[in-house]
């Protein structure tokens, strides 16, 4: 499409998962929305294992039926491997009623398919479009920038940041706060796999501990077609002499966990190895006058449980009734409505997260507690994606139930 209109009821930057579901409930509500991304899809990104609870989502917003017949691989559970100890869950042994199954995605492909929905139910969708300025007054913004096209100028009555890493909003208005993660990276490739005739489950992501330093991890997600995804995620201190490019460096760490590296032996690059550093980010706060801010853009803890698509999703799912009942003139308690329902899943994961990296989330899950099988349904529902279901007390009772059931291990 050419220059985006210049006016519209919601504009939204950016088209990834949030962006782009987001977009296609408020579509289907009757709302005017354009939705402008910086990149030209199809494009690569991260995050490609998704969790049950995403499923919910993207019922919701009538999108089961186009993306079950997309042929992604399905995702039943995940594998846990050290090298010595092994555990392997599946999440239909869950404590929380829902979905027990999702996909495993190349986003190129995924996200293309998401922004298309939205567009083909009314969304003004333009890509290569850099947004430079959002300007707010009582009840209007307005958003400036330049696409491939020409410059465009856009009159709104509320923005809606969905763009990731871009963090359009943070940034223009100041509202970047350092996360309290320590700095990690990460290192990642996609390779025709050539796992046939291994014992590997496609139907389960991969989670594989470094045999001697706990928080050094990997992942292995496969995708149809034998290809798959596969990464590192270490302190930068563990990285150096470890090769001279980011090739020789994931391949120099995969061959130090055995496991890996026996399933990956006839595995080919696809495609060259990326790098992300410190991802890990946080915001001040998550809505104000006239806008809201969705998924990565409003904070990003860390891909070890794959929670980043779910809590786009969640952002966007919650983002719809407050915002729809604030077009037609009601006023609302952003705090109340959005931010802190979405907080209350995020700090569960955020528990899980820091538990897992100090070895307490390990000890738990390669040894759990004997005869408790609630303890571990209740645990499965979490790496589902269900954090925000207020009858799991790892939901409810944070860090202190978890410790508590580590002490059992």
């Not at 995050?47 to 917003?61: I, K, T, Y």
């Not at 999440?91 to 398919?113: C, H, I, M, N, Y």
């Not at 763009?163 to 993660?181: E, T």
């Not at 904070?299 to 037609?328: C, Q, Y």
């Amino acid at each position: 499409m050419g220059r985006p209109s210049e006016n519209c009821d919601v504009v939204i930057i950016g088209a990834g998962p949030a962006g782009a579901l987001a977009a296609k409930r408020l579509a289907d509500e009757g709302v005017s929305v354009i939705l402008l991304e910086k990149s030209r899809f199809p494009r690569f990104v991260i995050g490609e294992s998704l969790l049950p609870q995403s499923m919910a989502f993207l019922e919701r917003a009538g999108l089961i039926d186009v993306l079950d017949g997309a042929g992604f691989q399905q995702k039943t559970g995940a594998n846990f491997s050290d090298g010595t100890r092994y555990s392997s869950i599946d999440f239909s042994d869950k404590f929380t009623k829902g979905w027990a199954r999702t996909w495993q995605v190349p986003r190129e492909k995924f996200d293309s398919l998401l922004a298309a929905e939205a567009e083909r139910a009314g969304t003004e969708l333009h890509f290569e479009c850099d947004v430079e300025s959002v300007e707010f007054a009582a009840g209007t913004a307005v958003v400036s920038g330049h696409s491939s096209a020409a410059e465009f100028r856009i009159n709104c009555r509320f923005v809606v940041d969905a763009s990731g890493y871009g963090r359009v909003l943070p940034r223009l208005l100041d509202l970047d706060r350092p996360s309290d993660f320590p700095v990690r990276e990460a290192l990642f490739t996609h390779v025709e796999d050539n796992l046939a005739g291994t014992d590997f489950d496609r139907n389960k992501i991969l989670i594989a501990v470094h045999p001697e330093i706990q928080d050094i991890w990997y992942w292995l997600i496969p995708f149809a077609a034998a290809r798959a995804s596969v990464g590192v995620v270490a302190p930068a201190r563990y990285l150096a002499g470890k090769g001279e490019n980011n090739e020789d460096i994931l391949h120099c760490l995969i061959d130090e966990m055995p496991d890996l590296k026996r399933l990956l032996r006839d595995a080919k690059d696809c495609r060259p190895a990326g790098r992300i550093t410190g991802y890990s980010a946080g915001v001040s706060r998550l809505t104000g006058p006239g806008f809201a801010l969705l998924g990565n853009a409003g904070e990003f803890l860390d891909p070890v449980f794959s929670s980043g698509v779910t809590i786009a999703f969640k952002s966007a799912d919650l983002l719809i009734d407050p915002l729809m009942r604030e077009l037609a003139g009601e006023t609302v308690d952003w705090e109340k409505d959005f931010s802190n329902p979405l907080k209350r899943g995020v700090d569960c994961f955020r528990t899980f997260v820091e538990a897992w990296y100090d070895g307490s989330l390990q000890k738990i899950i390669f040894n759990p507690p004997e005869g408790d099988n609630m303890i571990r349904k209740m645990i499965v529902s979490v790496l589902a994606g269900y954090a925000w279901d207020d009858e799991n007390p790892f939901v409810t009772r944070g860090r202190h139930y978890l410790d508590v059931v580590a002490a059992q291990c």
